[in-house]
């Protein structure tokens, strides 16, 4: 899709015709294959009706779509992301689910969806990459029915802590951070979830806190979550990305030490869109 207008609507830190296409999907793969069956279980615990209307925004391969679908077995799936490629791959994922699932190329804060006309929206590391977080999440007060819930699961780099680090990590979290925020994003939006959500009129917000780390999920799965994306978008003006592979090196080389330790976390923010519009 056109990207960037004056609004900066179509401004993102996530396209991936600036990235490594292959390299990205293997990394989404990754990531869901050690989060998925975690989340999906967050979700159902917030007692998701099986006739249900789900929105996954920003759906990206269609991962968390399919899981998603399996909470409602009885209701209807709409995909949305800025990306055709990857929504062709999300539409062959679920094409099991026939006319439930339904995949449309949108941005976040303009989406072809009726009022009142969903009761849950996930939306899974998308937020990071928003540039008006706060226009997407009015976008979804307008499409979620009174009641309906809001899911926001991101990241922060302030939790990304490694013993013994190796020489250049802090340089490469700077690094990425500002690469990131030069495309409008935010590698620290973790933390904020609760006051946007509040900000954004959302009710009974909620915040936890899933821990993700080197000894659960194996140091190579961590090592490509949590560097392969930083990689690309460090900031060329405080290191390239041949810098950036040393520095990943030297982390997947400690698998081979004992007691080292590596951690990160996950935030999923939850919201109720309140019955009377504010
Ligand atoms: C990091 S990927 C996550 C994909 C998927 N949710 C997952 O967890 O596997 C971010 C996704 O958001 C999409 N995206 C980024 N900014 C967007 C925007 N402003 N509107 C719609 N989609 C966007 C990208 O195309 C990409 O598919």
């Given at each position: 899709?056109?990207?960037?207008d ?28 050690v989060a998925?069956?975690?989340e999906r ?69 303009a ?9 849950l929206?996930?939306?899974?590391f ?134 080292a ?18």
């Open positions: 899709m056109d990207r960037a004056d609004l900066g609507q179509g401004l993102t830190s996530y396209d991936l015709d600036q990235l490594d296409r292959g390299a990205e999907l293997r990394r989404l793969e990754r990531q869901a294959a998925l069956d975690r279980a967050a979700v159902a615990s917030l007692g998701v009706d099986p006739g249900a209307t789900v929105l996954d925004l920003g759906c990206g391969p269609g991962l968390m779509s399919a899981r998603l679908l399996e909470l409602v077995p009885a209701g209807a799936l709409i995909g949305v992301d800025a990306d055709p490629a990857l929504l062709a791959r999300a539409r062959e994922r679920c094409a099991g689910a026939g006319a439930r699932a339904r995949f449309v190329e949108a941005w976040a804060d989406l072809p969806i009726d009022d009142q006309s969903v009761d929206v996930y939306a899974r998308l937020f990071q990459h928003l540039p008006r977080p706060l226009v997407v999440l009015a976008e979804l007060r307008r499409v979620l029915r009174p009641g309906g819930r809001v899911c926001v699961l991101d990241t922060d780099d302030g939790n990304l802590l490694v013993h013994p680090a190796p020489p250049g990590l802090d340089h490469l979290l700077r690094a990425s951070a500002a690469g990131q925020r030069a495309r409008g994003g935010d590698r620290h939006v973790g933390r904020k979830l609760r006051a946007l959500l509040t900000q954004a009129g959302f009710a009974q917000v909620a915040v936890r806190l899933e821990p993700f780390t080197a000894e659960a999920a194996g140091w190579e799965a961590f090592v490509d979550v949590t560097m392969g994306f930083k990689r690309q978008i460090v900031d060329p003006a405080l290191m390239s990305a041949e810098e950036a592979d040393v520095v990943i090196g030297a982390l997947r080389a400690l698998s081979a030490e004992a007691g330790w590596a951690q990160t976390a996950a935030y999923l923010a939850v919201g109720a869109r309140p019955a009377e519009a504010a």
